[in-house]
């Protein structure tokens, strides 16, 4: 009986594989009894067979209007040679080589990437969810988008896809598993982990050892993962200087002509301790047409490893 369930099991597995529309309740009967010593099958969230973009079978599906995204400006499978994808293109390169430890010196956590900004309003979530379909683009890596914007989540709103539980679930034990709440998208290596409920405690949330733990499981569970952070701005709450220790890449977003200088110093003086820091320069003018010069001074503060690119929203 046991080797009939495990077959039966296999074929499950493979039938989601291969992108089969397996209803998620559906599972195997567990009526054979384990042996002595033996250990029971594990549930569905606690490990086991990879699947889509690099997560559990249990993992539930959506699927997002590409059509409408790409519409809206966002990187797509059909939108693959418009001026915004190659404007990401460029930016997602140097970030990739850090992750994968292919850069000029190894990081410490680079496959964790926080984007965030000074301020709201600077076009975070939008490079935030560009970055994380660009880099699902790729052919050897996979990557995991995580809503960590937990005051103001955003991301399932801009997606068209309704609340859902998520990250503070996860934190409060409500889940046990990342399966439980990852969803799997029609792009193809594309996973989402929603914010989830709104909580008074979300900053001690985020501070938590159970946080910790979290981070290290997503971070370290596959090789190819690449988890982008959706993270709220530096200078509003507290939430992001939290989440930043445990980021090994930071990509912070200045809206050209609207930041001020003392803003981006600030900004930056809160995530001094993160080895890596992209600044990007959103909704600049191009070349011949007044073109908007790096006039904040960003010279100061940056160390080694920092850069400096452009997107436009």
Do not use: W
Not at 82 to 101: C, E, T, Y
Not at 193 to 215: D, V
Not at 241 to 264: C, D, F, N, Y
């Amino acid at each position: 009986m046991s080797s009939s369930i495990e077959k039966a099991a296999q074929r499950l597995q493979q039938l989601r594989q291969a992108g089969a529309q397996i209803p998620d309740g559906t599972s195997v009967p567990s009526t054979a009894t384990p042996a002595a010593g033996g250990t029971r099958p594990q549930p569905a969230g606690s490990g086991g067979g990879r699947t889509g973009a690099g997560e559990v079978s249990g993992t539930r599906h959506v699927e997002l209007d590409l059509d409408a995204l790409a519409t809206a400006g966002y990187v797509t499978p059909s939108a693959l040679r418009s001026a915004v994808a190659d404007q990401f293109r460029v930016i997602k390169r140097p970030l990739i080589a850090n992750a994968m430890g292919k850069g000029a010196a190894p990081v410490v956590n680079g496959n964790l990437i926080m984007v965030t900004s000074a301020l709201p309003g600077e076009g975070k979530s939008f490079t935030a969810l560009n970055l994380a379909l660009s880099m699902a683009m790729e052919f050897d890596h996979t990557v995991m988008l995580v809503d960590a914007d937990v005051a103001r989540p955003s991301m399932m709103r801009v997606l068209g896809l309704p609340p859902a539980p998520g990250l503070m679930e996860l934190l409060l034990g409500h889940k046990k598993d990342v399966s439980d709440v990852l969803l799997r998208t029609n792009v193809e290596k594309l996973t989402l982990l929603p914010s989830g409920t709104q909580h008074e405690c979300a900053t001690e949330l985020l501070a938590s050892e159970t946080m910790t733990r979290l981070i290290e499981d997503i971070g370290q569970r596959y090789e190819d993962r690449i988890i982008v952070f959706d993270s709220p701005p530096l200078l509003l709450t507290t939430e992001s200087r939290v989440l930043a220790t445990h980021m090994g890449q930071i990509v912070l977003v200045v809206q050209a002509e609207k930041t001020l200088q003392s803003q981006v110093r600030h900004a930056l003086s809160t995530i001094e301790s993160c080895p890596v820091k992209l600044m990007l320069l959103n909704k600049a003018r191009a070349a011949g047409q007044d073109a908007y010069g790096y006039g904040y001074g960003y010279g100061y503060g940056y160390g080694q490893n920092s850069q400096v690119a452009e997107a436009t929203s």
